[in-house]
């Protein structure tokens, strides 16, 4: 069998990844650098700016990481969206940059595919229903009669979003994440908080400005943080545990970089537990945003014979 080898470039939001990937799957390099924002939220023209900047040093370094040359390469891969306008456009231009130099195809990919498709690459998990948690995403994913599907999402922010603006408005920082765990750890004093589940459909924006008055009306911020993980984490639980009942299926994955969280992990391991399903979630390194999750959905397009171009390029035929 001819292996094929693709460079695949993410820069969603304020990630910037680059891996190479073969077509065995086999993870050859995945280097990746964020944006880390001095004050407020990211900016679309910034993280732009970072991709245009990180590009083409992270392209070396993970062809150094992988011991290949670019003239190795067969196939380029870009993230195509959902994202930020001018990130997508940065990581586009030098996507298409890249292949023309190289007289290579080219072929855009989704990207919250892209999260399902390396973390069932390095679990082995074969058809979870996957829970998608991120600064700016959120949602409950599974493949159904044919293709994937979204079975619930955000109908505002998104989970990461809303931890990230609570943490900024109470003077915990960015990201939240992290900090709001750890704070939550202190408490197990429940405050009531707005719970909106719309079918399923999530909601956090009532949550989040809720949350941010309690803090403001004197509640303690440890009780603060605990509440508002134990609300949010029930709803994305509710919601991931119906699509599982729906869709029949045996295995739940949790990816994102919300998944770093150890509550949600727990609660949503317990939930598949009492369904009979198996829990899985990649490492943490392809949990986030990552070039390698990029070059593997184009090596996926690639044997599903999407990609234009493959088949008439010299670069291939040289391999009849
Ligand atoms: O996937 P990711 O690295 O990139 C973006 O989508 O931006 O996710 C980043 C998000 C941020 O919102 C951050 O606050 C959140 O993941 N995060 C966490 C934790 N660590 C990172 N959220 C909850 N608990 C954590 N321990």
């Given at each position: ?196 589940v719309k079918g399923m459909d999530l909601s956090f924006s009532g949550l ?35 699509a599982l009942a729906h869709s029949k299926k045996r295995e739940v994955m ?47 397009m690639h044997s599903h014979s999407l990609v234009k171009g493959m088949e ?9």
């Amino acid at each position: 069998v001819i292996k094929v080898i693709c460079i695949g470039i993410e820069g969603t939001a304020e990630k910037t990844g680059v891996g190479i990937v073969d077509s065995n799957g086999k993870i050859l390099a995945s280097q990746g650098n964020p944006l880390i924002p001095e004050s407020g939220g990211i900016h679309p023209r910034e993280a732009a700016e970072h991709h245009a900047a990180n590009i083409v040093p992270l392209i070396k370094d993970a062809l150094h990481e992988s011991g290949l040359g670019l003239e190795d390469m067969d196939l380029v891969a870009f993230s195509r969206g959902p994202g930020l306008g001018p990130a997508l456009r940065t990581v586009a231009t030098a996507a298409r940059s890249l292949a023309l130099s190289l007289n290579i195809p080219i072929v855009g990919v989704n990207h919250c595919i892209g999260h399902v498709e390396i973390g069932r690459l390095t679990t082995g998990a074969e058809d979870p229903v996957t829970l998608y948690v991120s600064g700016g995403n959120t949602q409950i994913i599974a493949f159904d009669a044919g293709r994937y599907r979204v079975f619930g999402e955000t109908l505002d922010i998104a989970m990461g979003n809303c931890i990230d603006q609570f943490s900024r408005s109470v003077g915990l920082g960015h990201p939240g994440g992290p900090v709001v765990e750890k704070l939550a750890l202190k408490s197990r004093n429940h405050i009531k908080l707005p719970y909106t589940v719309k079918g399923m459909d999530l909601s956090f924006s009532g949550l989040l400005t809720a949350a941010i008055r309690k803090y403001e009306s004197g509640e303690a911020i440890e009780d603060v943080c605990y509440s508002l993980q134990e609300t949010a984490f029930s709803m994305l639980v509710e919601v991931t545990e119906r699509a599982l009942a729906h869709s029949k299926k045996r295995e739940v994955m949790l990816c994102g970089g919300v998944a770093a969280n150890n509550r949600l992990r727990e609660m949503l391991s317990i939930m598949a537990e009492e369904h009979y399903a198996e829990f899985h979630m990649p490492p943490m390194k392809y949990c986030g945003d990552n070039g390698a999750m990029i070059a593997w959905m184009g090596q996926l397009m690639h044997s599903h014979s999407l990609v234009k171009g493959m088949e008439d390029t010299e670069v291939i035929q040289k391999y009849r």
